[in-house]
């Protein structure tokens, strides 16, 4: 425990600007039309392709013996995967939305 307030006392700049980022970031996104939810979802979930990249750097990293990096790598590169191809999901169907029926 005294590891925690140690690191939060060396940190406390770091501290306040993360909680600064999450109050800016409930404004920002409780102020958006709910119109606009889906797209956004979509292309942030289109984003999160990155957390593939770096999965695939961490396991990359990795010593063969340290199988926690290892599993915590696959099992991100799986989640992230998941969240991609969700996000496209999501945009197909919105997209489908708009087009004419027959």
């Keep these: 425990m005294t ?12 501290v306040y600007i993360i909680i ?4 800016v ?6 102020h958006v039309p709910a ?3 889906t797209p956004l979802m979509s292309g ?3 984003i999160h392709g990155v957390i593939i990249i770096g999965a695939i750097l961490v396991m990359l990293g990795a010593e063969p013996e340290n199988k926690i990096a290892l599993a915590l790598g696959f099992v991100a590169v799986i989640l992230g995967t998941l969240n991609v191809v ?3 999901v ?6 489908e939305m ?3 029926k027959k």
């Design 3 to 14: 590891e925690l307030i140690d690191f939060i006392a060396n940190n406390l700049q770091m």
């Design 20 to 23: 600064l980022m999450i109050f």
């Design 25 to 30: 970031g409930v404004e920002i996104i409780g």
């Design 35 to 37: 119109v606009l939810h």
């Design 44 to 46: 942030a979930n289109a």
């Design 86 to 88: 969700g996000g496209f």
């Design 90 to 95: 999501v945009t197909d169907r919105m997209l």
């Design 98 to 100: 708009f087009k004419k």
